[in-house]
């Protein structure tokens, strides 16, 4: 499937905590769905097979549940980032234990039998919102407080706006602009994972 997502970088925590705050973005309504704690470990072979495939893979947990998820790395041109994306929930962090699925194949594939380690990780603290247009959800809504080492301070904040369920492009244009035009937030053209691995090569 294809990933489609605006991401805006925060500048500051009062700014976080006000956009916490919102119920309404334009004809957007924002419902809160809670605050999860998410840990994604970002995963290569010795020689940096996926890297070389352009792909990132990643092990997210949250809530009790571990998502194993393929991503290409393809650059974005502004605040609005469209990926391919593989997903598959998975019983461990050794793919020769899952189940079969593209995600296996695709992670034996790009691995070719090398051993896995992890990169980096990166720890979130996630408060998250549907985001309804005439009453129908059409965009999740994250603001994130980011950390890339296990226990350290936060280092950066983010807002990240992805379309879901019968969103479409121009319900996320709109929704960007409406963002936009309230708050002046910097798009964010990096991913995490881009962000991440060049604090990791300091």
């Known amino acids: 499937m294809i990933e489609t997502e605006a991401k805006f970088s925060v500048p500051d925590s009062e700014t976080f905590d006000a ?12 419902q809160p769905l809670g605050v999860k704690q998410v840990t994604d470990r970002y995963l290569d072979t010795p020689d940096h097979r996926f890297l070389a495939a ?42 020769e234990s899952w189940p079969d699925s593209q995600v296996k194949t695709m992670v034996r594939e790009i691995s070719a039998g090398r051993e896995l380690s992890v990169l980096f990780v990166i720890k979130q603290t996630r408060h998250k919102f549907q985001t309804l247009l005439a009453g129908q959800p059409v965009i999740e809504f994250s603001l994130d407080e980011v950390r890339l080492t296990e226990d350290g301070p936060v280092d950066y904040l983010e807002l990240e706006a992805e379309l879901i369920g019968g969103g479409t492009e121009e319900m996320l244009a709109q929704f960007v ?23 990791s090569q300091k």
């Open 177 to 199: 602009a409406e963002l936009e035009a309230e708050w002046s937030l910097p798009g964010e053209k990096r991913s995490k994972f881009e962000r991440a691995f060049a604090a």
């Open 19 to 30: 956009l916490r705050q919102l119920t309404r973005v334009g004809p957007f309504e924002l």
């Open 54 to 95: 352009n792909t990132a893979f990643r092990l997210r947990q949250s809530g009790g549940r571990q998502i194993a998820t393929l991503k290409s790395l393809t650059p974005a041109s502004d605040a609005v980032h469209r990926r391919q994306e593989f997903e598959a929930e998975v019983p461990s962090a050794q793919p």
